[in-house]
């Protein structure tokens, strides 16, 4: 078995019954950094050819060397472009298909949070702009991928959802409310697409990224206490939930928002 690393993280195949990818292909949004390039890493780890999505085109281009210098064998596919825009997530697809050989797997990881506190404070067209990109943006890479090859070939759709879609948080609230848009989307969309496609979600807690660097300001360990497990998410920890959910093994979930997020939730507070 190979076993490789970067940034911290070590990758090995998966050689549990359900769990091989080899063959299929999948696109990754939000994947230069944090969970996006985890999901990735994972996801190439037990065969997959893996496309990549990020507004910026120089990390993602770092993300991706890092990818392939884990050499798992397959292809990695690097697209850099906005999210919130309809003709680059009509081109990401486009290119998916045409040089991976298809869109087996769908990754709805990009997310944006320009707003924290009251929402009575919240700029309208900030909030705008996280529905856009966080909810609607998603649902478009959906039809795409779809009209492209989901409808004729099946496929599966993980939408990263948050903690905060499923409680209030009195901080993030209007992020909290797209992820929870995003959740109810998830389920409509199992329930239209089923059987041939699989749509789920999964939900962290506080992972440890540049993302959730304002939710820890206080301090790692402050915020590790109210987790039953003693410590905040990795990337690596919602990474193999997701490798797990596209995977054959997962054959008969979908409509389902996997809560990965230490047991925070299990303690009825945020």
Not at 5 to 12: E, L
Not at 136 to 150: E, I, S, T
Not at 173 to 200: C, D, F, H, M
Not at 201 to 211: D, L, Q
Request: aromatic content about 4%.
């Amino acid at each position: 078995m190979r076993c490789a690393t970067f940034a911290g993280m070590t990758t090995s195949p998966d050689t549990s019954p359900g769990s091989d990818l080899t063959g299929r292909a999948a696109l990754v949004t939000g994947a230069s950094r944090g969970i996006g390039k985890a999901i990735a890493a994972a996801l190439l780890a037990r065969g997959a050819s893996v496309a990549l999505t990020a507004r910026h085109a120089e990390p993602l281009a770092e993300a991706a060397g890092e990818l392939r210098a884990l050499g798992h064998g397959g292809q990695v596919l690097e697209l850099p472009g906005n999210a919130g825009d309809a003709d680059t997530r009509a081109e990401a697809v486009r290119r998916t298909v045409a040089e991976l050989g298809g869109l087996d797997i769908l990754i709805n990881n990009t997310g944006i949070n320009p707003v924290y506190g009251a929402l009575m404070d919240a700029d309208l067209d900030a909030v705008r702009k996280i529905f856009d990109v966080n909810v609607v943006a998603a649902l478009g890479f959906v039809q795409q991928a779809y009209r492209a090859w989901m409808a004729e070939h099946g496929g599966s759709v993980i939408n990263v959802a948050s903690v905060a879609g499923l409680r209030s948080t009195g901080v993030i609230a209007a992020y909290g409310a797209s992820k929870a848009a995003l959740i109810r989307l998830t389920e409509e969309l199992a329930w239209q697409l089923g059987p041939g496609v699989r749509v789920n979600a999964v939900a962290p807690g506080v992972v440890k990224t540049r993302f959730a660097a304002a939710l820890v300001a206080g301090g790692e360990d402050t915020a590790a206490a109210r987790y039953p497990m003693g410590r905040l998410g990795t990337p690596e920890d919602v990474a193999e939930l997701v490798a797990f959910l596209v995977s054959d093994a997962a054959g008969w979930i979908t409509g389902e928002t996997v809560r990965v997020d230490g047991g925070l939730l299990a303690t009825g507070a945020m």
